[in-house]
Structure formats: C-alpha cells, structure tokens
C-alpha cells in the first residue's frame, strides 16, 4: 500500500545485503529496493572524489551498478592505493601500497629493491636484500573511513626463497591513534630450515609462540599473498591520524627477503 519511493527511503535505511534480499520478494519490491535513493545512501559520502581518483574510468548507469563496482577493488591515486567497499555492508577499506609507506633506507639500492612482482595489484613492491634495522611505517586518517567501525591494520608480505634472519628477533608492532599506543610483538615466520633447534616445523613453532601469547605470525590470504596484523582502532566521528608500524631495531641481525606489498585497513 505504500508509495514506491517510501519503500525505497525505507530500505535506504538498512543495509546492502538487507536491500538485496528486498529486492526478491517482488518485482514491485526489486524495482524500490534497486533505487538511486537506496544506492545512493550505502555509497560513502566521498564517493565523486573516489571515482575521480580511479586510475581506470569506472562505468556504471546507476547508483547499484557503481556500489557493484567499488565492491571490486580499484586503484586511485596513480595506482599507489587501492580502495573497496565490503558488499554486505558498505563500509570502506584501503590498502596503502608500498611506495605509500616509509621504509627505512628504502631508497638505497643496497639495503632495498623496488621491482615488478606478478600476483600483485601494485605496479611495484619492496624486497629487502640485507638490513639490520627494519622500520616500517604507515598512516592513514580516520576522516577517509568509514566513521564509528573497528577496523585492523595488516601488513601484506611474502618472503622470498633467500630469506634469512627474519625470525632471530621479534618485531614491535603498533598502531597509534591520537594519544593512544597499542603495541604486540610479531615473528615474521620464514623458509629458512634451522637445524639447530629442536623443532622440525619452523612455522608451527612460531604459531604455538603465538597461541602462548608471544606473538602474531603471519597467516595466509585469498589472494595469494601473507598478512599480520598490526594492531585494531576504532574510527569514530572524530578525524584523526593513525599511524602503523612494524620495527625490528634492537637485535642488529642481518636479514633478508622480506617482500612488502602495503598495508591493508578494512574493517573488523
């Protein structure tokens, strides 16, 4: 008995995956929940900006079609970041390339490489080739997300079948938002066989370290790619800056073949 529009003003108010769901009871029920008006409510508020950005032209006829898209990854900002919505429920995520992060020494070609790597959304990705102080920051402003969402910091990495020293030392990891700190520790788990110890599986080690408490390891993605996690915030109304990072600086021991893609910040 309602007006289609109402319906639509109605369904704007749930959610994406509430709408689709809507959208099957009839074809009256899918042509309101299939609105600009519903659409147009689940798109973040930035959404011009972020299709300006878009290093290839998006192409879409309504407001569900561009939703369907964002849903996909994209790359803005001269391919350095990479932006998506979650389907079920709109909210936003990045991932800050590599080039987007400070390295330290990442511009010397003794301690780092900068090179093409297939399988990954990057035109470029970070290999170390020896260092002995690994630093690695990142940031990222509340005001670009999603507003009061949990959201968890990963660094997505590979280690390449040099690799060595990675796990001599635990790293700090940290995420700081405003005046808060939040820090863990971390073992960036490698392929290096360690006949010295008492354990055969290098790997299931790490991970009863970090079952104990002792750490995070890094854990496998869709995509191909290792991820670990950094730390979580909470993004709420206010804007403010939040800075990443993952440092290994006490133990001064050489090592080598970590592969570093970005970091990813989606939602919890």
């Not at 990954?120 to 002995?132: D, G, Q």
């Not at 854990?219 to 403010?240: A, H, Q, V, Y």
Request: hydrophobic content about 35%; aromatic content about 10%; some cysteine.
């Amino acid at each position: 008995m309602l007006p289609e529009d109402c319906v639509s003003t109605i369904l704007s108010n749930t959610s994406p995956l509430d709408a689709c769901w809507s959208s099957l009871v009839s074809s009256w029920f899918c042509s309101a929940a299939n609105s600009d008006t519903v659409w147009k409510r689940f798109l973040p508020s930035d959404y011009e900006g972020i299709v300006s950005r878009s290093v290839t032209p998006l192409k879409f006829s309504s407001k569900k079609e561009l939703f369907v898209c964002l849903c996909d990854p994209i790359l803005i900002d001269g391919g350095n970041k990479s932006f998506a919505l979650e389907k079920s429920t709109g909210l936003k995520s990045y991932i800050l390339s590599a080039r987007e992060l400070s390295i330290t020494w990442g511009n010397q070609p003794m301690y780092w490489s900068w090179k093409f790597m297939s399988g990954s959304r990057f035109s470029e990705v970070a290999e170390l080739r020896t260092i002995w102080w690994l630093e690695i920051h990142g940031k990222i402003r509340t005001q670009t997300l999603s507003a009061n969402t949990t959201y968890g910091a990963y660094l997505i990495m590979k280690i390449s079948h040099r690799a060595y020293g990675l796990d001599s030392m635990p790293s700090e990891v940290s995420i700081s938002i405003g005046d808060r700190v939040y820090t863990n520790t971390a073992y960036l788990s490698c392929r290096e066989q360690m006949e010295g110890l008492c354990y055969s599986n290098r790997t299931q080690m790490l991970r009863c370290r970090a079952a104990e408490g002792e750490g995070r390891v890094p854990c496998e993605r869709k995509d191909g790619w290792m991820e670990i996690e950094l730390g979580e915030f909470f993004s709420g109304e206010k804007d403010e800056e939040v800075k990443m990072s993952l440092m290994e600086v006490k133990g001064y021991q050489l090592k080598a073949g970590l592969i570093i893609e970005g970091i990813e910040v989606r939602p919890k």
